[in-house]
Protein backbone atom coordinates (compact mmCIF):
# COMPACT_ATOMS: atom_id res chain seq x y z
CA UNK A 1 0.00 0.00 0.00
CA UNK A 2 1.36 3.30 -0.98
CA UNK A 3 0.06 5.76 1.51
CA UNK A 4 0.33 9.89 1.52
CA UNK A 5 0.27 11.55 4.82
CA UNK A 6 -0.31 15.50 5.15
CA UNK A 7 -0.01 16.73 8.46
CA UNK A 8 0.65 19.96 10.33
CA UNK A 9 2.85 18.94 12.99
CA UNK A 10 5.98 16.19 12.46
CA UNK A 11 9.61 16.44 13.87
CA UNK A 12 11.93 18.24 12.28
CA UNK A 13 15.28 20.57 12.61
CA UNK A 14 13.57 23.87 13.96
CA UNK A 15 11.21 21.80 16.43
CA UNK A 16 12.71 18.10 16.99
CA UNK A 17 9.76 16.82 19.32
CA UNK A 18 6.90 18.32 17.50
CA UNK A 19 4.52 15.89 16.07
CA UNK A 20 6.34 12.78 17.73
CA UNK A 21 2.68 10.87 17.52
CA UNK A 22 2.26 11.57 13.84
CA UNK A 23 5.98 10.41 13.26
CA UNK A 24 5.85 7.26 14.92
CA UNK A 25 2.52 6.63 12.74
CA UNK A 26 4.13 6.67 9.49
CA UNK A 27 7.34 4.85 11.23
CA UNK A 28 4.83 2.00 12.05
CA UNK A 29 2.73 2.41 8.66
CA UNK A 30 6.50 2.52 6.60
CA UNK A 31 7.49 -0.99 8.40
CA UNK A 32 4.85 -3.08 5.29
CA UNK A 33 3.74 0.46 3.12
CA UNK A 34 5.30 2.96 1.64
CA UNK A 35 4.55 5.89 2.98
CA UNK A 36 5.72 10.11 1.68
CA UNK A 37 4.90 12.38 4.78
CA UNK A 38 4.26 16.25 3.90
CA UNK A 39 4.81 18.54 6.84
CA UNK A 40 4.07 21.93 6.12
CA UNK A 41 5.81 24.76 8.52
CA UNK A 42 3.96 27.91 9.54
CA UNK A 43 5.93 31.03 7.84
CA UNK A 44 5.60 32.24 11.24
CA UNK A 45 7.36 29.95 12.95
CA UNK A 46 9.95 29.65 10.33
CA UNK A 47 10.82 33.67 10.97
CA UNK A 48 10.86 33.02 15.14
CA UNK A 49 12.99 29.92 14.69
CA UNK A 50 15.94 31.73 12.33
CA UNK A 51 16.27 34.27 14.92
CA UNK A 52 17.75 31.60 17.01
CA UNK A 53 20.26 30.17 13.98
CA UNK A 54 17.78 27.67 13.00
CA UNK A 55 17.49 26.67 9.44
CA UNK A 56 14.61 23.88 7.55
CA UNK A 57 15.68 21.16 4.97
CA UNK A 58 12.68 21.06 2.57
CA UNK A 59 13.35 17.62 2.00
CA UNK A 60 14.76 14.57 4.34
CA UNK A 61 14.86 10.80 4.30
CA UNK A 62 13.37 9.63 8.30
CA UNK A 63 13.88 5.86 8.91
CA UNK A 64 13.26 5.67 4.98
CA UNK A 65 10.48 7.87 4.87
CA UNK A 66 10.68 10.68 2.74
CA UNK A 67 9.28 13.90 4.10
CA UNK A 68 8.41 17.23 2.99
CA UNK A 69 8.54 20.26 4.57
CA UNK A 70 6.71 23.41 2.60
CA UNK A 71 6.50 26.10 3.36
CA UNK A 72 2.80 27.50 4.78
CA UNK A 73 1.45 31.12 4.34
CA UNK A 74 -1.40 32.48 5.53
CA UNK A 75 -2.51 35.61 7.85
CA UNK A 76 -2.20 34.55 10.84
CA UNK A 77 -5.44 34.68 13.35
CA UNK A 78 -7.63 36.19 10.67
CA UNK A 79 -10.12 35.06 8.25
CA UNK A 80 -9.67 31.08 8.93
CA UNK A 81 -12.12 30.03 7.36
CA UNK A 82 -9.80 30.41 4.17
CA UNK A 83 -6.79 28.51 5.25
CA UNK A 84 -8.04 25.52 3.46
CA UNK A 85 -7.28 27.88 0.29
CA UNK A 86 -4.02 28.90 1.82
CA UNK A 87 -2.33 25.89 2.53
CA UNK A 88 -3.45 24.56 -0.59
CA UNK A 89 -1.45 27.14 -2.30
CA UNK A 90 1.69 27.07 -0.46
CA UNK A 91 1.79 23.09 -0.48
CA UNK A 92 0.13 22.41 -4.12
CA UNK A 93 3.34 22.26 -6.06
CA UNK A 94 5.05 20.19 -3.19
CA UNK A 95 1.98 17.54 -3.42
CA UNK A 96 2.43 17.74 -7.42
CA UNK A 97 5.93 16.80 -7.27
CA UNK A 98 4.81 13.94 -4.77
CA UNK A 99 2.35 12.70 -7.21
CA UNK A 100 4.69 12.90 -10.64
CA UNK A 101 6.56 9.90 -8.84
CA UNK A 102 4.36 8.48 -6.39
CA UNK A 103 0.79 7.21 -7.09
CA UNK A 104 -0.88 6.73 -3.73
CA UNK A 105 -3.06 4.56 -2.84
CA UNK A 106 -4.54 6.82 0.28
CA UNK A 107 -4.42 10.31 1.24
CA UNK A 108 -3.99 10.63 4.98
CA UNK A 109 -4.94 14.13 6.87
CA UNK A 110 -3.04 14.21 10.47
CA UNK A 111 -6.07 17.32 11.14
CA UNK A 112 -9.52 17.88 9.56
CA UNK A 113 -8.91 21.66 8.93
CA UNK A 114 -7.05 22.83 7.28
CA UNK A 115 -5.13 19.84 6.40
CA UNK A 116 -8.03 17.97 5.33
CA UNK A 117 -9.06 20.43 2.93
CA UNK A 118 -5.81 19.71 0.94
CA UNK A 119 -5.54 16.36 1.49
CA UNK A 120 -9.22 15.95 -0.28
CA UNK A 121 -7.30 18.25 -3.08
CA UNK A 122 -4.79 16.12 -3.09
CA UNK A 123 -6.78 12.53 -3.34
CA UNK A 124 -8.97 14.17 -6.16
CA UNK A 125 -5.64 14.45 -8.45
CA UNK A 126 -4.27 11.30 -7.45
CA UNK A 127 -7.88 9.37 -7.90
CA UNK A 128 -7.98 7.61 -4.56
CA UNK A 129 -10.14 7.84 -1.02
CA UNK A 130 -9.24 10.17 1.31
CA UNK A 131 -9.13 9.55 5.29
CA UNK A 132 -8.98 12.65 7.79
CA UNK A 133 -7.44 11.80 11.30
CA UNK A 134 -8.83 13.79 13.58
CA UNK A 135 -6.90 15.19 16.54
CA UNK A 136 -9.16 16.09 19.05
CA UNK A 137 -9.93 20.12 19.21
CA UNK A 138 -10.65 20.06 15.42
CA UNK A 139 -14.03 18.40 16.24
CA UNK A 140 -14.29 19.47 20.02
CA UNK A 141 -13.37 22.72 20.08
CA UNK A 142 -12.83 24.56 16.47
CA UNK A 143 -16.62 23.97 15.85
CA UNK A 144 -17.46 26.18 18.10
CA UNK A 145 -16.67 28.81 15.93
CA UNK A 146 -20.40 28.52 13.07
CA UNK A 147 -17.83 29.65 9.99
CA UNK A 148 -15.11 27.63 11.23
CA UNK A 149 -17.85 24.85 11.32
CA UNK A 150 -18.88 24.69 7.95
CA UNK A 151 -15.35 24.20 7.03
CA UNK A 152 -14.80 21.03 9.52
CA UNK A 153 -18.32 19.71 8.31
CA UNK A 154 -17.40 20.38 4.39
CA UNK A 155 -14.34 18.34 4.73
CA UNK A 156 -15.46 15.31 6.92
CA UNK A 157 -18.50 14.89 4.67
CA UNK A 158 -16.41 14.44 1.84
CA UNK A 159 -13.62 12.31 3.22
CA UNK A 160 -14.47 8.65 2.59
CA UNK A 161 -13.67 7.48 6.36
CA UNK A 162 -12.61 9.73 9.68
CA UNK A 163 -10.47 8.09 12.34
CA UNK A 164 -10.44 9.21 16.08
CA UNK A 165 -9.27 8.08 18.93
CA UNK A 166 -12.13 7.95 21.70
CA UNK A 167 -15.43 7.11 21.90
CA UNK A 168 -16.37 10.62 22.75
CA UNK A 169 -14.98 12.16 19.48
CA UNK A 170 -16.99 9.43 17.65
CA UNK A 171 -19.61 11.03 19.07
CA UNK A 172 -18.83 14.65 18.57
CA UNK A 173 -18.13 13.43 14.75
CA UNK A 174 -21.13 12.02 14.45
CA UNK A 175 -23.13 15.28 15.90
CA UNK A 176 -21.85 17.29 12.84
CA UNK A 177 -23.02 14.91 10.28
CA UNK A 178 -20.67 11.97 9.79
CA UNK A 179 -22.65 8.69 9.08
CA UNK A 180 -21.09 5.90 12.08
CA UNK A 181 -20.23 3.68 9.65
CA UNK A 182 -17.35 6.16 8.42
CA UNK A 183 -16.44 7.18 11.62
CA UNK A 184 -13.18 5.01 13.05
CA UNK A 185 -11.63 4.72 16.72
CA UNK A 186 -8.17 4.12 16.40
CA UNK A 187 -5.82 4.25 19.58
CA UNK A 188 -2.56 5.99 19.56
CA UNK A 189 0.18 3.45 20.54
CA UNK A 190 3.18 3.75 22.49
CA UNK A 191 7.25 3.04 22.58
CA UNK A 192 7.13 0.06 25.13
CA UNK A 193 11.18 0.42 24.44
CA UNK A 194 10.87 3.92 25.88
CA UNK A 195 7.94 4.22 27.93
CA UNK A 196 7.84 1.47 31.19
CA UNK A 197 7.72 1.40 34.74
CA UNK A 198 11.02 1.58 36.59
CA UNK A 199 12.75 2.69 40.13
CA UNK A 200 11.69 6.24 41.12
CA UNK A 201 14.56 6.66 43.14
CA UNK A 202 16.69 6.06 40.50
CA UNK A 203 14.78 8.34 38.00
CA UNK A 204 14.81 11.06 40.36
CA UNK A 205 18.54 10.91 40.55
CA UNK A 206 19.13 11.13 36.81
CA UNK A 207 16.68 13.95 36.83
CA UNK A 208 18.43 15.68 39.30
CA UNK A 209 15.51 15.34 41.80
CA UNK A 210 15.44 14.87 45.72
CA UNK A 211 14.35 11.60 46.72
CA UNK A 212 12.23 12.39 49.14
CA UNK A 213 8.73 14.94 48.74
CA UNK A 214 5.82 14.68 46.18
CA UNK A 215 6.10 15.23 42.68
CA UNK A 216 3.64 16.18 40.92
CA UNK A 217 4.22 16.03 37.05
CA UNK A 218 2.73 18.35 33.48
CA UNK A 219 3.14 17.59 30.19
CA UNK A 220 2.10 19.41 26.97
CA UNK A 221 1.77 22.80 25.61
CA UNK A 222 1.25 25.79 27.63
CA UNK A 223 -1.61 26.94 26.08
CA UNK A 224 -4.88 27.99 27.94
CA UNK A 225 -6.98 24.63 26.92
CA UNK A 226 -4.44 23.05 29.35
CA UNK A 227 -5.66 24.46 32.61
CA UNK A 228 -1.94 24.93 33.70
CA UNK A 229 -3.17 27.64 35.89
CA UNK A 230 -5.36 25.78 37.73
CA UNK A 231 -3.22 23.15 38.66
CA UNK A 232 -0.57 26.31 40.01
CA UNK A 233 -3.53 27.49 42.23
CA UNK A 234 -4.09 23.71 42.96
CA UNK A 235 -1.52 23.10 44.01
CA UNK A 236 -0.74 26.41 45.86
CA UNK A 237 -3.74 25.53 48.09
CA UNK A 238 -2.13 21.80 48.91
CA UNK A 239 1.00 24.02 50.04
CA UNK A 240 -0.85 25.97 52.88
CA UNK A 241 -2.40 22.96 53.73
CA UNK A 242 1.01 21.36 54.60
CA UNK A 243 2.17 19.32 52.20
CA UNK A 244 5.80 19.35 50.21
CA UNK A 245 5.24 19.49 46.68
CA UNK A 246 7.51 20.28 43.89
CA UNK A 247 5.18 20.78 40.30
CA UNK A 248 7.54 19.78 37.19
CA UNK A 249 6.02 21.64 34.45
CA UNK A 250 7.41 19.94 31.35
CA UNK A 251 6.75 21.75 27.92
CA UNK A 252 6.33 25.13 26.86
CA UNK A 253 4.09 27.46 24.75
CA UNK A 254 2.88 31.05 24.76
CA UNK A 255 2.06 31.11 28.46
CA UNK A 256 4.86 29.99 29.73
CA UNK A 257 5.73 33.83 31.35
CA UNK A 258 2.36 34.23 32.43
CA UNK A 259 2.43 30.79 34.76
CA UNK A 260 5.60 31.69 36.19
CA UNK A 261 4.00 35.29 37.20
CA UNK A 262 1.41 33.32 38.49
CA UNK A 263 3.37 30.54 40.18
CA UNK A 264 5.05 33.67 42.03
CA UNK A 265 2.01 34.84 43.13
CA UNK A 266 0.57 32.10 44.61
CA UNK A 267 3.52 31.78 47.06
CA UNK A 268 4.81 28.38 45.24
CA UNK A 269 8.32 29.74 44.56
CA UNK A 270 11.18 27.03 43.48
CA UNK A 271 8.56 24.51 44.25
CA UNK A 272 7.41 24.70 40.89
CA UNK A 273 9.96 23.89 37.81
CA UNK A 274 9.97 25.02 34.11
CA UNK A 275 11.59 21.94 32.44
CA UNK A 276 11.24 23.36 28.82
CA UNK A 277 10.39 20.52 26.13
CA UNK A 278 12.27 17.26 26.35
CA UNK A 279 12.61 14.15 24.29
CA UNK A 280 11.25 10.91 24.86
CA UNK A 281 13.53 8.72 26.52
CA UNK A 282 13.98 11.97 29.01
CA UNK A 283 10.31 12.22 29.39
CA UNK A 284 10.03 8.72 30.21
CA UNK A 285 12.39 9.33 33.83
CA UNK A 286 9.85 12.37 34.69
CA UNK A 287 7.36 10.30 34.32
CA UNK A 288 8.87 7.48 36.73
CA UNK A 289 10.14 10.01 38.86
CA UNK A 290 6.44 12.02 39.69
CA UNK A 291 4.00 10.60 42.37
CA UNK A 292 1.00 11.85 40.13
CA UNK A 293 0.45 13.52 36.68
CA UNK A 294 -1.82 15.83 36.59
CA UNK A 295 -3.67 16.96 33.22
CA UNK A 296 -6.75 19.60 34.29
CA UNK A 297 -7.28 20.34 30.44
CA UNK A 298 -10.41 22.26 29.56
CA UNK A 299 -10.91 19.80 26.39
CA UNK A 300 -8.97 16.01 25.10
CA UNK A 301 -9.09 13.46 23.28
CA UNK A 302 -6.84 10.96 24.50
CA UNK A 303 -3.99 11.83 25.83
CA UNK A 304 -1.03 10.68 24.54
CA UNK A 305 0.60 12.22 28.48
CA UNK A 306 -1.62 9.99 30.28
CA UNK A 307 -0.95 6.65 28.20
CA UNK A 308 2.87 7.39 28.72
CA UNK A 309 2.34 7.93 32.17
CA UNK A 310 0.13 4.52 32.83
CA UNK A 311 2.96 2.98 30.51
CA UNK A 312 5.34 4.27 33.14
CA UNK A 313 3.82 3.18 36.07
CA UNK A 314 2.56 6.35 36.98
CA UNK A 315 -1.31 6.95 37.91
CA UNK A 316 -2.97 10.34 37.05
CA UNK A 317 -5.52 12.59 38.34
CA UNK A 318 -7.33 14.84 35.22
CA UNK A 319 -10.19 16.56 34.08
CA UNK A 320 -13.18 14.88 33.62
CA UNK A 321 -13.83 15.32 29.45
CA UNK A 322 -13.21 14.00 26.07
CA UNK A 323 -11.84 10.06 26.12
CA UNK A 324 -9.95 10.87 29.08
CA UNK A 325 -12.68 8.34 31.13
CA UNK A 326 -12.31 6.00 28.39
CA UNK A 327 -8.91 5.16 30.22
CA UNK A 328 -9.18 6.08 33.44
CA UNK A 329 -8.66 2.80 36.47
CA UNK A 330 -11.17 3.28 38.66
CA UNK A 331 -9.00 1.69 41.53
CA UNK A 332 -5.80 4.07 40.26
CA UNK A 333 -6.78 7.33 38.46
CA UNK A 334 -8.93 10.02 39.58
CA UNK A 335 -11.12 12.51 37.49
CA UNK A 336 -12.14 16.10 38.30
CA UNK A 337 -14.64 18.86 36.73
CA UNK A 338 -12.09 21.29 35.23
CA UNK A 339 -11.56 24.81 35.68
CA UNK A 340 -11.83 23.88 39.87
CA UNK A 341 -8.57 24.82 41.52
CA UNK A 342 -9.75 23.58 45.02
CA UNK A 343 -12.07 20.34 43.92
CA UNK A 344 -8.66 19.71 41.91
CA UNK A 345 -6.39 20.17 45.18
CA UNK A 346 -8.96 17.98 47.05
CA UNK A 347 -8.23 15.36 44.44
CA UNK A 348 -4.85 15.21 44.33
CA UNK A 349 -4.16 15.32 48.10
CA UNK A 350 -6.73 12.12 48.22
CA UNK A 351 -4.87 10.18 45.49
CA UNK A 352 -1.12 11.09 47.32
CA UNK A 353 -3.31 8.73 50.25
CA UNK A 354 -3.84 5.77 48.65
CA UNK A 355 -1.75 3.14 49.41
CA UNK A 356 -1.43 -0.14 48.48
CA UNK A 357 -3.02 0.33 45.00
CA UNK A 358 -3.52 -2.46 42.41
CA UNK A 359 -2.05 -3.47 39.25
CA UNK A 360 -3.52 -1.61 36.40
CA UNK A 361 -6.33 -3.72 34.59
CA UNK A 362 -5.43 -2.46 31.17
CA UNK A 363 -2.10 -0.90 29.46
CA UNK A 364 -1.86 1.15 25.97
CA UNK A 365 -1.56 -0.64 23.24
CA UNK A 366 2.24 -0.21 21.03
CA UNK A 367 2.76 1.55 17.52
CA UNK A 368 2.39 -1.18 15.78
CA UNK A 369 -1.22 -2.30 17.22
CA UNK A 370 -2.09 1.39 15.98
CA UNK A 371 -0.90 0.99 12.18
CA UNK A 372 -2.40 -2.09 12.00
CA UNK A 373 -5.53 -0.80 12.94
CA UNK A 374 -5.16 2.40 10.40
CA UNK A 375 -4.13 -0.41 7.66
CA UNK A 376 -7.56 -1.58 7.98
CA UNK A 377 -9.25 1.11 7.34
CA UNK A 378 -6.75 1.74 4.51
CA UNK A 379 -7.69 -1.18 3.11
CA UNK A 380 -11.98 -0.60 3.63
CA UNK A 381 -12.21 2.66 2.21
CA UNK A 382 -9.79 1.30 -1.02
CA UNK A 383 -12.01 -1.29 -1.04
CA UNK A 384 -15.54 0.51 -1.14
CA UNK A 385 -14.00 2.84 -3.67
CA UNK A 386 -12.74 0.48 -6.20
CA UNK A 387 -16.50 -1.31 -5.42
CA UNK A 388 -18.00 1.75 -6.42
CA UNK A 389 -16.17 2.41 -9.72
CA UNK A 390 -16.57 -1.44 -10.73
CA UNK A 391 -20.47 -0.47 -10.50
CA UNK A 392 -20.16 2.84 -12.39
CA UNK A 393 -18.14 1.16 -14.94
CA UNK A 394 -21.01 -1.59 -15.46
CA UNK A 395 -23.27 0.92 -15.57
CA UNK A 396 -21.48 2.69 -18.26
CA UNK A 397 -21.00 -0.32 -20.19
CA UNK A 398 -24.83 -1.06 -20.56
Known amino acids: MRILFITPTFPNLLDPIRGIPNYQTARALARNH ?45 IRIAYGWFLWRSIRSTVMGVLGRFQPDVVLAGWVHPEGDSALRAAALAKVPCVVWSGGSDVLVLPRDPARRRCIVDVLGRSDAVVCVSEHMRKAISDLGVPDGDIHVVRNGLDGSCFYPADRSIARQRLGLPSE ?85 YSEGVPNVLCESISCGTPFVASNVGGIPEIADSQLDRLVAPGDALGLAGVIRERLLLENAPARARLPGTWEDHALNMEAVFAQVIATRAQAQAVDGARHNR
Open 34 to 78: QVVVIAHLSWLDEVRRRKHGKNLERLKNVDGIEVHHPRYYYPPGT
Open 213 to 297: GTVLLWVGRMVPVKGVDVLIDACGALTIGGLDIRLCLVGDGPLRRALAARAAQVGLGRRVMFIGDVFQETLADWYRAADLTVLPS
